[in-house]
């Protein structure tokens, strides 16, 4: 892993080059992520869930939409955090691959990505499909939890 490290130093110098406060570097992407995860992860999830589950055909069309415009964004934004965490990391001198919250990004994002594959197969109303999409998607929120618990841990150590 140091080649990734090598290769993100001279853009982590650049941002050093800035003059971004310490506690914005520390603390910037756990505040950002925490939201992602805490508010929108938990949303997602939720709405996904309701989707499948509420008695009510109306409610449950509603929070699948829902889950269906902001399921993209917040793999957007999970993608984006997870590289501004490891530039972070790299900003701070601090190996990544030391890390449990790097290596749970990383299975995160697989996840993530496992997931929207299979959402991209429902076509033709294929509950299998849906089902292990259900299953994958809280074992991700899950692990976003797990995830951010050893985030805090690695913040708290620097």
Sequence with gaps: MENLTTLLEPIASQFRALGIPQPIV????????????????????????????????????????AHRKLAPWMFLFIALGY??????????????????????????????TLN????????????????????VGTTALGLMFVHAVLGLKLGLSL
């Design 26 to 65: 520390q603390w910037g992407h756990p505040a950002m992520m925490g939201i992602v995860i805490f508010v929108m992860g938990t949303f997602v999830g939720w709405a996904g869930w309701r989707g499948r589950v509420a008695p009510d055909k109306e409610v449950a069309i509603k929070n699948r939409q």
């Design 116 to 135: 929207s594959l299979l959402a991209l197969g429902f076509g033709g109303d294929r509950p299998n499909l849906r089902t292990a999409h259900a299953y």
């Design 83 to 112: 590289t501004g965490g490891v530039l972070s990391l790299v900003m701070q001198k601090h190996p990544i691959l030391e890390s449990g919250h790097f290596w749970t990004g990383c299975v995160l994002l697989v996840l993530l």
